[in-house]
Structures are given as C-alpha cells and as structure tokens.
T-cell receptor, first 113, second 119 residues
C-alpha cells in the first residue's frame, strides 16, 4: 500500500512555461518532504525539501508547496527548461523515523524546446 | 569526492541463480539504504543500516532477499534464488548522521543503480 502517490506518470510542457508536478500522501504523520530528480541511467539527486511547519519553500526556479489539510504537495518549475526533462520523485518521512523515506512512483517530465 | 558506488551496473541472469549486488557508500556516511525501483511501485525501501547495523528490513520482499554490511565501506544485497519478478533497478544510497531539527535537508545520496534482469 503506497503511502506516497504520484498519480501522473508523465507530463509534457513547453519550454518557458510552468511545470507543476503533484504528489499526495496518506500518512498524516509525515512531516518532512523532499523532491528528487532522476535522469536516465543515473541515481536520483536531491532537488528541494520542505518541513511541515512551512507551506512553501523556494530555491531558484523550483518551489515546493505543501497543503497539509489536503495531504498534498506540488513542485513548480518556472520557467521550465529542456534540461529539466527527467523523472521527479517525491518522498516523505516522519519525525519518529526520519531516516525512512517513502517514495512515490515518479512523474516523467518532458520539456519541449 | 567519490559518490556512492554500485556494482554491477547491469546483471542478466537466469531464474534460480544467486545474485549479489554491491555498494560502497560515501566515506563518513552513517546510513546506508537499499531501494528497488519498478514501474508499478516506484522506489521502494528494502532495508537500511545505521553504523553497519540493520535498522529496518520490513521492506525486504521475502526470505530470498538478504543484505549485509560487514563494515562501514561495503554492503551487499543478495537474492537467492532469483526470480523473473525480481527484475528491477536496485539503488544503494547513503547519508550522513543527522538529528532533526538540525537544519539538515535529509538528503540521500544515491548510486547509479544496478539493473537486474532475471530471465
């Protein structure tokens, strides 16, 4: 039973536009969330994180929004670039087991030039 | 500084054979994780170690899977006997010790993965 879900397996966006990747979770004990980016034949790399005490965290073109009541987070990429084309995973953990991260199934983003 | 190193990168084997995947974590990292990536379930945590001690192996699918960490710089994931449904990419990741809320990002450092195909 997946506790972190990414319901969109793929997303296609035009270069320069906004990419919005969504993630839902079921465990109300999750209080720390991360996004990872993965290129083919490489391991996932950390992108951005957010704690449940915040509802937004921004790092350059990347912003993560957290809606705790809806158990939903999203990653916004503005403006999208072709180099952003990758698989994006969201992950979550709890305070009492911080090291155990639950990952979603990933969303493949394609940014068209 | 070298990242997490996994071997082999690719493994093709026949059903029933033993498979051993290897991982060298980043030096100084106290945590080591084994994940499996499949199309259906994404990244699943199989087991993780802290200071070479297995902490949580609840994700290990069944007794055919075993993992060891004999020292701080080496870990293995073994499948015996292997089955076609074990075909997946297996990732090893490591992270430094951290204690929230220290301000750490909680980042995991992943290796490039071992792609296993069981025929």
């Amino acid at each position: 039973d997946q506790q972190v879900k990414q319901n969109s397996p793929s997303l296609s966006v035009q270069e320069g536009r906004i990419s919005i990747l969504n993630c839902d979770y079921t465990n109300s004990m999750f209080d720390y969330f991360l996004w990872y980016k993965k290129y083919p034949a490489e391991g996932p790399t950390f992108l951005i994180s957010i704690s449940s005490i915040k509802d937004k965290n921004e790092d350059g073109r990347f912003t993560v929004f957290l809606n705790k009541s809806a158990k939903h987070l999203s990653l916004h990429i503005v403006p999208s670039q072709p180099g952003d084309s990758a698989v994006y995973f969201c992950a979550a953990s709890t305070l009492y087991n911080f090291n155990k991260f639950y990952f979603g199934s990933g969303t493949k983003l394609n940014v068209k030039p | 500084d070298a990242g997490v190193i996994q071997s082999p990168r690719h493994e093709v084997t026949e059903m029933g054979q033993e498979v051993t995947l290897r991982c060298k974590p980043i030096s100084g990292h106290d945590y080591l994780f084994w994940y499996r990536q499949t199309m259906m379930r994404g990244l699943e945590l199989l087991i993780y170690f802290n200071n070479n001690v297995p902490i949580d192996d609840s994700g290990m699918p069944e007794d055919r899977f075993s993992a060891k960490m004999p020292n701080a710089s080496f870990s293995t994931l073994k499948i015996q006997p292997s089955e076609p449904r074990d075909s997946a990419v297996y990732f090893c990741a490591s992270s430094p010790d951290r204690d929230r809320p220290s301000g750490s990002t909680g980042e995991l450092f992943f290796g490039e993965g071992s792609r296993l195909t069981v025929l």
